[in-house]
């Protein structure tokens, strides 16, 4: 497909999968709202739709906890109970007090809507109701930063902690493998049908143990009542390089909404500085020349490279030696010069990749999309151009997938995938800006 094809191909993927309300991540196999998709997604649908970009975090922001938090999915009331596992009667939202009328689960997903926010409010600026959607979204981001600092520094060194792999974005990824070591089996295994498997090829999902890992560890939570006060007895506790660089991305975008209302920004500013700070000294690893998890149950960081270690590049005040070696790892074999269709998820020279299976090698449109920023944050153009044309080829040979090999570039997962499909649209209207 030529740009002007691919273009088009993009909104209507984009119109098939919109919902009413909201845009399902894909048709058959991901039926209700998704928190971290639903942003990527109006990040796209500003480009060519602002309206309904609004419309889709409007939705999003619909579901928000009392105590602040956004739920990770929203569940379509007219979908069966079945149509996707873990369903609504799973997570049980409704029992718990401060939840919203619409059933949702009870974990979160990084918090990428304050970026999100600031590309819709650009893209919509003038028109009708423009700063009334801006002031109210920024009241709800406010509430959603207060919970992240307030309910998830469990650590206490100012970094968000996430109780659940599913709260990462990139729920198998090698960096979960020694923290989930660790997670004790009950005495009655947990019982349930996955639905993923009925979609999709079993060897490109998580396997049936990483998954009754995945329910064990949703279920006490669940049965907590979602109480983040016992979050420092949880089984699994992790401060996520990804989700606070992405955290601390997103307190300097709130930083912009509130000089746009008039504002104060400093306190934006301040926090953001406190995550740049907690960053290096918490998750920096000097030995693999990147950012890594840390195991809140050992104290231990996990010294696994993945490309969640070089989205804290998002950060504008790293130091010109850290910066300039996550641009040099970033470019090497291990990332977008090891593989033919980049950038893989796990390095191809790692004993824990798989081309194939989720987020243990193959290529996605979110990280290449993150990455990308994060590099032009710290003026690595060329590699950032690198990784939105290598992408762009990608989906134009492919199509709009879930994830891809990055060594055949064949398309792998959920098909007419929707967060796919809306950073196309970004990258074809940064490209045209470029030329103009």
Not at 123 to 149: D, I, K, P
Not at 216 to 240: C, I, K
Not at 262 to 284: I, S
Not at 316 to 335: H, I, K, N, Q, T
Request: hydrophobic content about 40%; glycine content about 10%.
């Amino acid at each position: 497909m030529n740009q002007r094809e691919l273009w088009d191909s993009a909104v209507a993927t984009l119109e098939r999968n919109w919902g009413g309300s909201a845009t399902l991540p894909s048709a058959s196999q991901y039926p209700h709202q998704w928190s971290w998709d639903s942003a990527f997604i109006s990040i796209g649908l500003a480009r060519c739709n602002p309206a309904r970009a609004q419309a889709e975090l409007n939705s999003l922001f619909a579901g928000q906890w009392e105590d602040g938090r956004l739920p990770h999915i929203l569940f379509s009331p007219g979908e069966q109970e079945d149509a996707y596992f873990p369903g609504p009667a799973f997570w049980d939202s409704r029992a718990r007090p401060g939840t919203p009328a619409i059933a949702t689960s009870g974990l979160i997903q990084p918090p990428v809507h304050a970026r999100a926010v600031l590309a819709v409010a650009r893209a919509s600026r003038g028109a009708n109701g423009a700063a009334h959607f801006l002031q109210q979204a920024y009241s709800r981001l406010v509430r959603w930063h207060e919970y992240l600092r307030g309910h998830r520094d469990v650590g206490g060194a100012g970094l968000a902690a996430i109780a659940h792999p599913w709260e990462s974005g990139l729920d198998n990824s090698p960096l979960w493998d020694g923290p989930l070591a660790a997670v004790r089996q009950p005495a009655q295994a947990p019982r349930f049908a996955r639905r993923d498997i009925s979609h999709v090829d079993a060897r490109h999902r998580p396997t049936n143990h990483d998954y009754q890992q995945y329910v064990v560890l949703a279920e006490q939570y669940r049965d907590t009542g979602y109480d983040d006060a016992t979050l420092p007895g949880a089984q699994f506790l992790v401060e996520d390089p990804l989700f606070n660089a992405v955290m601390l991305d997103a307190e300097l975008c709130l930083a912009q909404i509130a000089g746009e209302l008039g504002l104060e920004a400093g306190p934006h500013e301040r926090h953001a500085r406190r995550l740049h700070t907690a960053l290096l000294a918490r998750l920096w690893d000097e030995r693999i020349g990147a950012f890594t998890a840390r195991d809140l149950r050992t104290g231990q960081t996990v010294g696994v490279l993945t490309i969640s270690g070089l989205m804290p590049l998002l950060d504008p005040w790293l130091p010109a030696d850290v910066s300039g070696r996550l641009a040099e790892v970033a470019a090497s074999p291990a990332f977008i010069g090891g593989a033919a269709y980049p950038v893989p998820t796990t390095p191809p020279d790692s004993l824990a990749f798989d081309r194939h299976r989720y987020w243990r090698g193959p290529t996605w449109m979110n990280t290449n999309w993150l990455l990308g920023q994060a590099l032009r944050q710290t003026g690595n153009t060329e590699l950032a151009g690198q990784i939105a044309a290598s992408s762009l080829r990608l989906m134009s040979a492919a199509g709009f997938r879930e994830y891809y090999d990055p060594l055949d570039g064949t398309g792998l997962g959920a098909g007419g995938f929707s967060w796919s499909a809306a950073l196309a649209l970004d990258w074809l209207a940064g490209l045209a800006s470029s030329e103009t």
